[in-house]
């Protein structure tokens, strides 16, 4: 088995257990009827294995660059990565702003897969970032076509904006911190 394989089963095994409910809804519903929360449980563990099996095929993939991103890409990165940070937290918050973007997990997702494609040329990024930022579309697309009618969220506050915008900020350091510590370091000249 190679490492490109892992990385791929665990595109799959993402993309699969993401996208069931919607490929599938009747046979989901099903399971949730006879398992009760264990379905979002085995849901949710696919999910930890994906994962799993796309940071080790990843990180054993061999680096066989298609494109040598230029200096600029590393800040737009930071940039992009620090808006992504914030959509996502942006589904769950008590913004002004959550009624403004159908939705923010998803496209904050995708807005994180573009940043990755903009400084990682290899082969193995463009795969993983490349299917990854795919799925996000795909999976917006089937809501959109399953729930035509959005109903946007009324309310927010100034007080949700900041709380939000805090949050995310932490969180980007965090996640920032984090790679420097395992690499790559987001944070090159």
Excluded at 80 to 108: C, D, E, K, N, Q
Excluded at 121 to 141: K, N, P, R, T, Y
Excluded at 161 to 178: E, K, N, P, S, T
Aim: aromatic share 12%; hydrophobic share 55%.
């Amino acid at each position: 088995m190679t490492w490109q394989f892992i990385l791929y089963l665990g595109i799959a095994l993402w993309c699969l257990a993401h996208l069931f409910k919607r490929l599938d809804p009747t046979r989901r519903k099903a399971m949730e009827e006879r398992m009760g929360k264990a379905a979002r449980g085995i849901v949710a563990f696919a999910i930890v294995i994906s994962v799993a099996l796309m940071v080790i095929g990843y990180r054993g993939a061999d680096a066989i660059t298609l494109y040598d991103p230029p200096a600029w890409t590393w800040h737009a990165n930071n940039l992009m990565m620090a808006i992504a940070v914030a959509l996502f937290g942006l589904s769950g918050s008590r913004s002004r702003a959550r009624g403004w973007i159908r939705h923010p997990m998803l496209t904050g997702f995708l807005l994180w897969a573009i940043a990755h494609l903009l400084v990682n040329g290899d082969s193995a990024s463009v795969v993983m970032f490349g299917c990854l930022g795919a799925w996000a579309i795909a999976e917006m697309l089937m809501i959109n076509r399953a729930e035509p009618v959005w109903e946007r969220f009324e309310g927010g506050t100034p007080a949700g904006d900041i709380r939000l915008l805090a949050i995310a900020a932490v969180a980007f350091a965090i996640i920032a911190a984090i790679h420097v510590w395992i690499g790559p370091s987001p944070f090159r000249t």
